[in-house]
């Protein structure tokens, strides 16, 4: 058992989380491939999701480990990769599959889709299809909140969590965005969810250094690394880095190593990666894990899989409500854009 195991009922969430997450990514997975996921899911027709999809499978202990401690006034950034993180957030699972299929019902309207999830009213100020985009996103939204510290009731320890991938770090959003959260000190946690792989590039050979944590502690922000497929692990972390910014103690940086199981895309095979690097990987599957230590623990089986059938169930009917679900009407090109106030559009 982890040394790092929570109570009962937290380690139960921590497992249900991900496993809807997993649930999630399988079935959006098919629906862009018109085929039928590992839950059972039959896409009706063909790509029901238009375009692929870019897929955090594998990953999935990094957003439930780190949300869990997150409340609705905090906010969150995220990237390309973000279904498991917009979920994790607190977000409707039944909207962000309206929204990959480009319905009216969908958190954006069906105008923003898979890589432009954004779900305000959970603090999810959105995913971005441009790598390291989300990071100076992440540190206005701090500063904003460091400076409403004093001048409002609500949230006076509220946060800003951003997620980014190791390929982040190669970008110049990286370094301005960690310089001026620690100038500054704000509360943010910056995620680094290192799944070993930048497209269709091996991270290793194109970083320098030891990476995200070296480049953090560079500027002065505490770096902490911990196994992204241990989801107790995570959590335990987060919790203590959590309570530092909330204490006023300036950025922090979790750096979380896991592994992209899925190619860069849902079309994409990944014939470009050693079958034997997945082989291994596989066998560190975060969901796996977990489920043989809550056996260890002693939750009964009829439990756990009690869990995945909800899941299941859930994505079914999200499934089900998306593929009835009206399109947006024309007249909504118009809206959610920006007008010069001389009937010009951009």
């Keep these: 058992m982890a040394s790092s195991f929570p109570e009962p009922d937290i380690a139960q969430a921590l497992y249900r989380m991900m496993v809807r997450i997993r649930a999630f990514e399988n079935a959006a997975e098919a629906a862009s491939q018109g085929g039928v996921s590992a839950y059972g899911q039959q896409a009706a027709g063909t790509a029901?999701?238009?375009?692929?999809?870019?897929?955090?499978?594998?990953?999935?202990?990094?957003?439930?480990?780190?949300?869990?401690?997150?409340?609705?006034?905090?906010?969150?950034?995220?990237?390309?990769?973000?279904?498991?993180?917009?979920l994790a957030k607190g977000a409707d699972l039944g909207r962000m599959m309206a929204e990959l299929f480009g319905k009216a019902t969908g958190f954006n309207g069906g105008k923003g889709g898979s890589m432009h999830i954004a779900d305000f009213s959970v603090g999810m100020l959105g995913a971005n299809g441009v790598v390291a985009a989300g990071l100076p996103i992440a540190v206005g939204a701090a500063h904003a909140q460091k400076l409403q510290r004093g001048r409002s009731p609500v949230d006076q320890d509220a946060i800003t969590v951003c997620f980014f991938g190791d390929g982040a770090i190669n970008r110049g959003p990286f370094l301005e965005a960690l310089n001026w959260a620690r100038v500054y000190a704000l509360p943010v946690l910056f995620v680094c969810e290192d799944n070993r792989w930048s497209?269709?590039?091996?991270?290793?050979?194109?970083?320098?250094?030891?990476?995200?944590?070296?480049?953090?502690?560079?500027?002065?922000?505490?770096?902490?690394?911990?196994?992204?497929?241990?989801?107790?692990?995570?959590?335990?972390?987060?919790?203590?880095?959590?309570?530092?910014?909330?204490?006023?103690?300036?950025?922090?940086?979790?750096?979380?190593?896991?592994?992209?199981?899925?190619?860069?895309?849902?079309?994409?095979?990944?014939?470009?990666?050693?079958?034997?690097?997945?082989?291994?990987?596989?066998?560190?599957?975060?969901?796996?894990?977990?489920?043989?230590?809550?056996?260890?623990?002693?939750?009964?089986?009829?439990?756990?899989?009690?869990?995945?059938?909800?899941?299941?169930?859930?994505?079914?009917?999200?499934?089900?409500?998306?593929?009835?679900?009206?399109?947006?009407?024309?007249?909504?090109?118009?809206?959610?854009?920006?007008?010069?106030?001389?009937?010009?559009?951009?």
């Design 48 to 86: 029901q999701v238009r375009g692929p999809l870019h897929l955090s499978t594998g990953q999935e202990a990094v957003p439930a480990g780190v949300c869990a401690h997150l409340r609705p006034g905090d906010l969150l950034t995220s990237t390309h990769r973000g279904h498991g993180h917009t």
């Design 199 to 346: 497209a269709t590039t091996a991270s290793g050979p194109m970083t320098a250094g030891d990476g995200a944590s070296a480049r953090a502690l560079a500027l002065d922000i505490p770096a902490t690394q911990v196994d992204g497929n241990d989801v107790f692990a995570v959590h335990a972390t987060a919790a203590t880095l959590i309570a530092e910014v909330r204490a006023d103690g300036g950025p922090r940086l979790l750096h979380a190593l896991t592994y992209r199981v899925k190619g860069h895309v849902s079309v994409d095979a990944a014939a470009y990666r050693d079958p034997a690097e997945l082989a291994a990987a596989l066998t560190t599957d975060p969901i796996e894990r977990t489920h043989a230590v809550l056996r260890a623990a002693g939750v009964p089986p009829a439990a756990l899989d009690a869990i995945a059938d909800a899941a299941r169930d859930e994505v079914t009917a999200a499934l089900v409500a998306a593929d009835a679900a009206p399109w947006p009407v024309p007249e909504a090109a118009f809206t959610d854009v920006q007008t010069t106030g001389a009937d010009q559009w951009f």
